[in-house]
């Protein structure tokens, strides 16, 4: 009965590797986000999709695309994977329209070698 | 001057302690404030969530905003090992800014038996 669920845990890569990450939320919510935390645990903000249309893209290589096939979930697809890249990857839900809190997934632990 | 500034700690007190946590921001904007508590290896949770200036409580927990300072703040009454955890707070506006929700990087905070 998880509300957000991210797969996969855990993911470690070589540089230069194509990887997608994958969430589903069965809340009901119409807006879903990807956050990027870094190893000094700052949170920011990469995507967010309303009812599977972008609305937010922060200043994020081209090489991260996300995919919203419906509202209950949006994936991650990130090319030519690089060291820097190397975070824990966060997804989140909330209702629309409002400003209610997002709920996250626990996370994707991307590590690039 | 960054939107959001959190002091990172980390922090470290006895059980029992009263907790301060604070955060000061820069864009007057800003109508929605939260605060997340996040256990090692897991996403954040809700923990408090306010609008505009004011206090609320939920249990040990006090939030505080003064929007004239730009300045939020959480209490943390007889702490417990349990509250070990980073706290994040959290911030957003209304209208356009409705999906975008900036977070502070994060107070480490150890509560010792």
């Known amino acids: 009965d998880t509300a957000v669920s991210q797969t996969p845990k855990y993911l470690v890569t070589q540089m230069g590797n194509d990887k997608s990450i994958k969430c589903e939320q069965n809340?009901?919510?119409?807006?879903m986000y990807w956050y990027k935390q870094d190893s000094k645990k700052f949170l920011k903000i990469m995507f967010s999709?309303?009812?599977?249309?972008?609305?937010i893209n922060e200043t994020v290589p081209n090489r991260f695309s996300p995919k919203s096939p419906d509202k209950a979930h949006l994936n991650l697809h990130i090319n030519s994977l690089e060291l820097g890249d190397s975070a824990v990857y966060f997804c989140?839900?909330?209702?629309?329209?409002?400003?209610?809190?997002?709920?996250f997934g626990n996370g994707t632990r991307l590590t690039v070698t | 001057q960054k939107e959001v500034e959190q002091d990172p700690g980390p922090l470290s007190v006895p059980e029992g302690a009263i907790v301060s946590l604070n955060c000061t921001y820069s864009?007057?904007?800003?109508?929605?404030f939260m605060w997340y508590r996040q256990y090692s290896r897991k996403g954040p949770e809700l923990l408090m969530y306010?609008?505009?200036?004011g206090n609320k409580e939920d249990g040990r927990f006090t939030a505080q905003v003064d929007k004239s300072s730009k300045y939020i703040s959480l209490f943390i009454r007889d702490s417990q090992p349990s509250d070990s955890a980073t706290y994040l707070c959290?911030?957003?506006?209304?209208?356009?800014?409705?999906?975008?929700?900036?977070f502070g990087k994060g107070t480490l905070l150890t509560v010792n038996p």
């Open positions: 809340l009901g919510h119409d807006t």
């Open positions: 989140a839900s909330s209702p629309q329209g409002t400003n209610s809190p997002l709920h």
């Open positions: 864009n007057s904007a800003f109508q929605y």
């Open positions: 999709y309303n009812n599977k249309e972008l609305i």
């Open positions: 306010t609008y505009s200036s």
């Open positions: 959290a911030m957003m506006g209304s209208g356009g800014s409705n999906y975008k929700l900036t």
